[in-house]
């Protein structure tokens, strides 16, 4: 199916199921143990072997030698693979760097090895034998340091690195109020609950692995072209995973190696990434340095827009897209917008949540703040003052939606902004200073290809089969509610089977974009087969699908009956024309944070949160809700505590554990809000939806900034914000 002009009325609109707060149908399994994650798959393949990574020591430089004689004596040991016997190997379209290293080391923790054993302990300790002798080389590793070699990148996923509208040189010299800052974000790591994890086997030149992977088009791809072999011959199946955020996008040292495992065992082999080597091993967000300068006349129009970004990674990478809302969010005739790229040596830079607007924003919605105080305006007016309803680089392209203005007037509202004390560092609860803040919330709409297959019984029941997977987003469920709409069934008489590269390619997890065009597809599927349906029974065309039956007319006979000489199966694939281009299609929202900092320690406290979004039509409110705290979560989390320690002589992540890199629990975050405005957008998809698992990251940060200054008078511009950092600049006690 080919969508090319904005929806107009569908079964979706009747929004009997789709749209309605819906429990998770695999919510059961989940909670008695019984969904099968990667690792516990020991129903797949019998005599399972063990297998552990070998991280390389150095983040730079050559193997000289490596040792496996007592590695290969230690009890229980099958297998070790190395660069040197695993044949060879091509680097994966996906990758910055090789999954398995040597003798070229390319960054820290990258895998130099990989022990199979009969019993993970084995494997652990035999592990620990392997001696490996290095050639260290000297690295770059220091983002500040590196600033001035930095270049111009390639275009990202069709983003291009710098952009610029009108004279903004000019504009920003002669603009009556000025602001030229510079803002920090650290290196950020996935944190997801599930580690990377793979269980590997061969039937002859065939290989299934049971994996962690938001993608698996892509990575089926991905492993056919790294080991050289036809995709046909490679299954993906990843029915459930424990967590995602971009760090599973990607093959990993586990697919690859438990492959390779496999095939020197002469046996299945599974292998898990301890968290050091997620975190070592795997991709981050990556640090940025952020310039931006703001013109505007002395009643809050914005004439010029500044925002610069520089940021590091592997050689072939890419940069971090933080200036990427910054062409979209506020009006402005004259604007440049650039990034800058450095080489270094850590480890591969890449996406996790909302990449680029989440980085972005927490830079850009500080800067509006502080123009705001400068103009002596208030931060909500400055912001609705300069709203857009076009593209501000390409004034004649509308938006599709843009309800931004109102998201930030109903949170105010909700809120109780109106009782926000300008000054800052004068309203107090006791001991604790009290302040508030917000930000606009900003994320791009995209929709990929995505196809399904649907399939009927005579029972009546319906099954679905995509590749598409689920992150713990719900995916499962909201993929039910659109086919138990469009056949006219109850949720209970629906089958849903996702993440096995068996099926038909869907968009996958990843960017906001998988909720809308999954179900598109599967919507695409269900309006073949209802045609099936109809031509089966003799119905004209017009036929409605309710109750489990389709009526025409007089007629009414049971969906099943259609059935009735054996199961129906359609398949289709929703494709996209170039409504995307005429109309720029984002979401948008607002946060508010509520913040308490001791007066005498400096302590921050977040007491209270509210996200006001606009992002379509929501296809589950209930799951959407979860999906917008835990990032509203998240963003607390870089705001306040998430860092990665880099060691700058020796080029790693020296706190590459949940001990040393802290995130948020239960008694950091207080009560949360979401609320989601009634918005369908028909340009996005039949669905008239679109995503909004980043959108609730976005903006949350410098919310939260914001809110730690009204509370303290103290400004902090370099993440994460930590007491050491304006514990000297609080109010003095009275």
Not at 7 to 14: E, G, L, V
Not at 416 to 437: E, F, S
Not at 670 to 688: C, G, N, R, W, Y
């Amino acid at each position: 199916m080919k969508f090319d002009t904005p929806a107009t009325t569908n079964p979706i609109d009747q929004m009997k199921i789709v749209g309605k707060p819906t429990n998770r149908i695999e919510g059961p399994l989940k909670t008695t143990g019984t969904a099968h994650y990667a690792y516990e798959r020991h129903d797949v393949a019998a005599n399972q072997a063990y297998g552990y990574v070998v991280g390389s020591a150095i983040a730079k430089g050559r193997i000289a030698s490596m040792n496996l004689d007592e590695a290969k004596a230690a009890p229980g040991v099958i297998a070790i693979v190395t660069a040197d016997n695993a044949g060879k190997l091509a680097k994966g379209d996906f990758n910055t760097a090789k999954l398995l290293g040597g003798p070229t080391i390319e960054h820290y923790h990258q895998a130099v090895a990989l022990v199979v054993a009969d019993s993970f302990e084995q494997a652990r300790a035999a592990a620990s034998l392997v001696r490996v002798e290095y050639a260290r080389e000297k690295g770059a590793y220091d983002l500040a340091a590196a600033i001035d070699t930095a270049v111009k990148p390639k275009a990202v996923f069709g983003t291009e690195p710098d952009t610029s509208v009108g004279d903004f040189a000019a504009a920003f010299a002669a603009a009556p109020v000025q602001l030229d800052a510079r803002y920090t974000t650290p290196d950020h790591s996935h944190a997801m609950m599930e580690p990377h994890a793979t269980i590997a086997a061969w039937e002859g030149d065939k290989l299934t692995v049971w994996t962690s992977n938001q993608m698996i088009a892509w990575s089926v791809g991905d492993m056919a072209k790294t080991l050289g072999m036809p995709k046909e011959n490679i299954r993906f199946d990843s029915p459930y995973i424990g967590g995602g955020f971009g760090g599973k996008l990607f093959n990993r040292a586990d697919v690859l190696l438990a492959a390779l495992g496999a095939k020197a065992a002469k046996r299945p082999v599974k292998v898990a990434l301890p968290r050091p080597l997620m975190i070592n091993n795997t991709t981050h967000r990556p640090a940025t340095i952020q310039r931006i300068r703001l013109g505007a006349t002395a009643d809050g129009k914005l004439t010029a827009v500044g925002h610069e970004s520089w940021s590091g990674d592997l050689p072939g990478g890419g940069p971090e897209t933080a200036v990427a809302q910054t062409r979209l969010l506020y009006a402005g005739e004259n604007r440049m917008t650039a990034m800058r790229l450095a080489v270094l040596d850590l480890p591969e830079g890449n996406a996790m949540r909302a990449p680029g607007e989440a980085p972005g924003l927490m830079a850009l919605e500080i800067a509006v703040d502080e123009l705001a105080e400068k103009l002596g305006m208030d931060p909500i007016a400055l912001r609705v003052l300069n709203d857009t309803q076009v593209d501000p680089e390409k004034p004649s392209r509308p938006f599709s939606q843009r309800q931004l203005n109102k998201c930030m007037q109903t949170g105010a509202e909700k809120f109780g902004w109106a009782k926000r004390n300008p000054k800052p560092g004068v309203t107090r609860d006791g001991r604790w200073l009290v302040g508030m803040g917000m930000a606009a919330a900003f994320r791009n709409n995209i929709n990929g290809p995505s196809a399904a297959r649907v399939r009927l019984a005579k029972s009546g029941v319906v099954t679905v089969e995509t590749d598409m997977t689920d992150i713990g987003t719900g995916s499962y469920t909201i993929i039910a509610q659109t086919a138990a709409e469009m056949m006219g069934v109850p949720l209970d008489k629906v089958v849903v089977k996702l993440g096995d590269s068996a099926f038909p390619v869907s968009a996958g997890s990843g960017g906001q974009w998988g909720a809308n065009s999954s179900t598109a597809g599967v919507y695409a599927a269900c309006v073949k087969l209802r045609e099936a349906v109809v031509a089966k029974l003799g119905l004209a065309s017009d036929a409605v699908f309710a109750d489990s039956k389709v009526k025409a007319g007089r007629r009414s006979v049971a969906l099943g009956d259609a059935a009735a000489d054996g199961e129906l199966v359609a398949e289709d694939n929703m494709e996209y024309g170039d409504l995307a281009e005429k109309f720029q299609q984002s979401t948008f929202g607002a946060h508010f944070v509520e913040v308490g900092v001791d007066a005498m320690t400096g302590e921050i406290r977040v007491r209270r949160m509210l996200a006001v979004c606009a992002a379509g039509r929501i296809l589950n409110p209930k799951a959407a809700r979860s999906q917008v705290i835990g990032a509203m979560t998240m963003g607390a989390g870089a705001a306040l505590m998430e860092e990665l320690a880099v060691d700058k002589r020796f080029g790693f992540f020296v706190n590459h554990d949940l001990a040393g890199y802290e995130v948020p629990v239960h008694a950091d975050i207080p009560h949360q809000d979401v609320i989601f405005l009634d918005e369908a957008d028909p340009t996005t998809s039949p669905m008239k939806a679109k995503g909004v698992g980043e959108l609730g990251i976005c903006g949350v940060a410098a919310a939260v900034a914001n809110a730690v200054y009204n509370a303290t008078g103290a400004r902090v511009r370099n993440y994460p914000i930590t007491l050491d950092k304006f514990i000297d600049k609080l109010p003095e006690m009275t």
